[in-house]
Structure formats: C-alpha cells, structure tokens
C-alpha cells in the first residue's frame, strides 16, 4: 500500500497504541499486519496476544477463538517476512496459553 490513507492509518493506530497499551488488542493485531518492519510487526502482534490472553485469564469465553486466530497470523508473519532469527520457540504448544490444547503434527 502507498499513499496519504495508508500512513494516516497507520499512524492513528500507533496513536491508540500510545494511549491505551493495555487494552483493546485490534489496534496491536491491524499494526502488526501494516508495519513494514517484521521485527516490530511481530511485537505488535505479540502485545495483541497478550492481551488476548489477559482477557482469556478474566474469564472472557471467547477469547480462546481470538487467540488462535492471533496465533496464525504471528506464526504467518514470521514465516512470510523470514525472520529465522526472530525469537521463536521450538515447542510449538508454549505458543498456545491454553495447555489443555494438545497439537499433534503428523506427516501427511
């Protein structure tokens, strides 16, 4: 994306993030798919998920669905933007705050 819209976008978002770091995880999760930095982007994402957890932790039912779908687009720009040297765990499962989910990969 270029232009005027974009940057004012992306701006407003990082305005919220300023003001309000604590809550409301969209802000963190539209950031981390607009920044052209992969480093940043995946911290913003990662802020996101924090949160989500938090909201998970205060007893939100939802917030389980929102999690895996924030964990898929961490996992998307990691692979996509190619930062082998990001921190990234080995053990897929510590990614994932609800234990009791098993991940089982098999071949196909």
């Known amino acids: 994306m270029s232009g005027r819209p974009w940057r004012t976008a ?3 978002l990082k305005r919220a993030a300023q003001l309000r770091p604590n809550e409301g995880f969209e802000k ?3 950031l981390g798919q ?3 930095d992969g480093v940043a982007a995946a ?3 990662r802020q ?3 949160l989500i957890e938090w909201q998970a ?3 939100d039912e939802d917030a389980e669905e929102r999690m895996c779908g924030a964990c898929c687009a961490l996992v ?3 692979m996509g933007r190619g930062l082998h040297s ?3 765990p080995h053990n897929v499962s510590s990614l994932c705050p609800f234990r009791s989910i098993k991940v089982t990969l098999s071949p196909m």
């Open 43 to 45: 911290t913003c994402t």
């Open 28 to 30: 963190f999760m539209y």
């Open 57 to 59: 932790s205060q007893g």
């Open 34 to 36: 607009l920044l052209d």
């Open 10 to 12: 992306v701006a407003a």
């Open 48 to 50: 996101g998920l924090a």
């Open 86 to 88: 990001f921190p990234f």
């Open 76 to 78: 998307e720009q990691l």
